[in-house]
Each structure stands twice: as C-alpha cells, then as structure tokens.
C-alpha cells in the first residue's frame, strides 16, 4: 500500500520525502476534503494540486504514515519500507533493502552515541564523587588539626579546661545561628516540645564527652589521648550489649582485643602519664559512646533534621549544660589565671587568636565528620576516622616536639590497628544479617 502512494504522489509531494511535522488525529482521516486541504498546506501547494486519488488509500495507512513523519523518524520509515520490499523514494529503485540493524538491543546509531554518553557521564561522576570525597577528608583531617594543636597551645598556658570547652560550645553555637539567620543552613522546621525533649540526653552525654576530653587534653600529651580515645569501640561494643541495644557477633568482640592491649602498652609506657588525663579520655569515650546509643533511641523520630542542624542543636543545649558547673567548678580562678597567661604570650591579641581558632575549628571539624557521614559509607567513615588519629597523632609530635619510646609508638600502632579491624569486623557482621536486638520498650 505504501508503494501505491507514492506512485499516485509526486516526488516533491511524497510524504517520506517531508521534513515537516504531522500532528492528525484519528477522526481528520475520515473526510477527504479535510485531508486534502491539511496536505496540501503542510507541502505549500495548493489543494488543487495534490491528486484525489491519494485519498482512497485506507485510512490506516495514511495515519502510520503521517505519525512516522511527525516524529521526523525518516530513517526507521526507510527501514521499515526497505524491510517491506518498497524501495527508497530517493534512492535507486532497484536497490536492495537496507540491512537491518545488528544491534542486540534494537538500537540504532543512536542508541549506541547515547550509550557512550551516559559511560562517559557515569565516570565522570564517579570521578567527581572521589574529588569531593577527597575534599571532604582533607578539610575533616585539617580542620581537626588545626583545633588540636591550638586547643592544646591554650591549655599549656591557660589550664582551664571548663571555660575554653564552654566557649568552644559557644562559638559553635554562634556559627550555626548565623548559618539559620543569612539562609546558608535550612533551618530545620518544625521542632516542637518533643523534639527539645528527646534533645536532652543526647546532649547530656555529648556534654560529658567534651569536658573530659578538654580536662585529658590539658593533662597529657595530644597523642595520649588520641591513642586512649581510640578505645571507643570498646566502650560501644560492651554498652550496647548491655543495654540491649545491638548483639556482636564474635569477630567483632576479637577485633577489640588489640585495641584494649594496644592502649594498655600506650599507657604504661607514655612520659607524659597522668591519671586524670587518662580518666579523662575513658569517661569522654564513654560519654559519646552514650551519645551515639540514645540519638538513635530518641531521635529516630525526626528524620527533618539533618546531622549538620542536630549537632548545631546539640551543641547549643550542651552550652546550658555546661557553663553553670564550669563557673562552679573553677570560675574563681578564672581571673588570676587568665593574668597568667597573657604574661606567658608574646602578645595578648596571639591567646586570643589562640581561642578564637580553637573555638572555630572545633565546630568545624564536627561539622565536616557530619557532612563526611551524609555522602560516604559508614564502613569508608570509620576507616576515615582512623586514619584521622595518626594524622593528628603524627602533627601533634611533630609540632609539640613530645617524646615517644619505641614501646609506646607500638602500643599506639598496636590500637590503632585494632580499630582499623574493628570496623571491618562490624560490617561483615551487618551483611552476614547479625544486627540488633530489637530495642527494649520503655
């Protein structure tokens, strides 16, 4: 039938020949009168022109007709028409059907040139996504640095550790007001009583955990602490059996062992040892460790609320906490201490600076650990955090000049290590489908 057409139409007025785009409907193709009108409109020739007897082809091969040229497929109607048996209107009559397309999918040309394009975008962004991952660390490691060594800087001279905790809490609290008022951070809505109530513990504990870390901080060497803090698991895997929260499996509970040993050789052979700097950093490992457990028991209501504006929540509720027992605790050395210290600084603006940065930074790198969380694995993450305590380890001696004994760098190793097996540990625990115990009902 498609031949027929095209030998009553000329070839200027073939309808495979048009560019042009048909739009018609099943009932135009009922009436010639209408249908010679819109052809001979579309090709720009009077009606006269285009022959009568084109109309008297059935109705069904008009409209195929006319839909393949308004979707401008002109190569799969040649296809189609050479598949046929009806030679090219454009070609040579006596050539033979064009070949079928080998495609196993049934694309053509350009399915493959979108194939290569979507290849080409899929490494693109996978080339992307390890820029940002990249990113992503490297301010998390250098900011975490930054806030160390300055922390540290002030607690030499300045050994309160209450008040430079509270205003760490402090800045941190201001940076995210001024992130909800200029817009840069949604500001997460809508709150509620019970959101500000279930806020309370997870607070609570974070409080503990960063006082005891700041007391440990002023007592021993950086590299101590980091090495103790690297016990957390722990304290996370003992707690959360106790509490019913979540049951290990075995290779979990052996990866721990290393960790406890390793500490242990840490601690015994560190110069720089002192029982409230080692006490310090257990109840911070335990305080977060806590934190952890009850954010996710009272807070798995609000979905809303991104980790960037929970800590920034957090951080502010642990300021009420924390300011009042600091001035209990030693507000009344405050004033003589802080005489101090501005005689042990070149000037007084650099003990400023000193606080200014150590306030800054460690908003900053909880801040880059939560944002780290949001776009990687928990698995990638906890490797991540580990490798963040050698950084930070080997840029605290390197800078504080501490001394360290061969038994008391492989006592650090040693722990280290062990959190690296840690980690891996948990997760081939959650594919092998051994996950919570279900939570107990309050």
Not at 132 to 138: E, H
Not at 243 to 248: D, H, I, Q
Request: charged share 15%; glycine share 8%.
């Amino acid at each position: 039938m498609i031949s027929s057409v095209h030998a009553l139409l000329p070839p200027s007025l073939s309808p495979l020949r048009s560019s042009y785009q048909y739009r018609t409907e099943t009932h135009h193709l009922r009436h010639v009168a209408p249908m010679r009108f819109r052809a001979a409109s579309i090709c720009g020739l009077p009606s006269e022109t285009v022959p009568s007897l084109c109309f008297s082809v059935r109705q069904s091969v008009l409209q195929i007709g006319l839909k393949r040229i308004s979707a401008g497929l002109r190569p799969v109607a040649a296809a189609a028409a050479a598949a046929a048996g009806v030679p090219d209107p454009d070609g040579d009559p006596n050539a033979s059907p064009a070949p079928q397309s080998q495609d196993p999918t049934g694309g053509g040309s350009e399915d493959a040139g979108s194939y290569d394009r979507s290849s080409s975008d899929g490494v693109k962004k996978k080339s992307n996504s390890r820029l940002n991952l990249a990113i992503v660390f490297g301010f998390w490691y250098f900011q975490n640095v930054v806030f160390n060594i300055y922390n540290k800087k002030v607690l030499n001279v300045f050994p309160y550790p209450w008040l430079l905790a509270s205003f760490q809490l402090l800045a941190g609290s201001l940076w995210m007001c001024a992130l909800w008022l200029s817009g840069l951070q949604p500001f997460p809505r809508p709150l509620g009583r019970r959101f500000f109530l279930a806020l309370l513990g997870p607070a609570l504990f974070h409080t503990v955990g960063h006082i005891s870390a700041c007391v440990s901080f002023s007592k021993v060497a950086v590299s101590f602490t980091h090495v103790i803090k690297a016990s957390e698991p722990v304290f996370s895997v003992l707690f959360s059996a106790l509490l019913g929260v979540r049951l290990y499996p075995l290779p979990v509970w052996l990866s721990v062992l290393p960790i406890v040993a390793g500490c242990s050789l840490a601690a015994v052979t560190e110069v720089s040892f002192d029982a409230q700097g080692l006490w310090g950093a257990l109840i911070s490992n335990v305080g977060f460790v806590f934190r952890n457990i009850y954010s996710k028991k009272s807070l798995q209501d609000f979905t809303h609320v991104n980790g960037l504006n929970l800590y920034g929540w957090i951080s502010i509720v642990s300021l009420l906490y924390l300011f009042p027992v600091a001035i209990f605790v030693e507000g009344s050395q405050w004033v003589e201490g802080f005489r101090r210290a501005l005689v042990a600084v070149p000037t007084p603006w650099t003990l400023y600076v000193w606080v200014l940065l150590s306030g800054i930074f460690y908003h900053l790198y909880n801040q880059s650990s939560y944002q780290a969380l949001d776009e990687i694995s928990p698995l990638t993450f906890s490797v991540g955090n580990t490798m963040k305590r050698v950084v930070v380890i080997v840029a605290s001696v390197l800078v504080f000049r501490n001394p360290i004994r061969p038994l008391n760098a492989l006592g650090s190793a040693i722990a280290i290590f062990g959190t690296f097996l840690y980690s891996q540990a948990t997760t081939m625990g959650s594919k092998s489908g051994k996950k919570d115990i279900p939570e107990r009902k309050s």
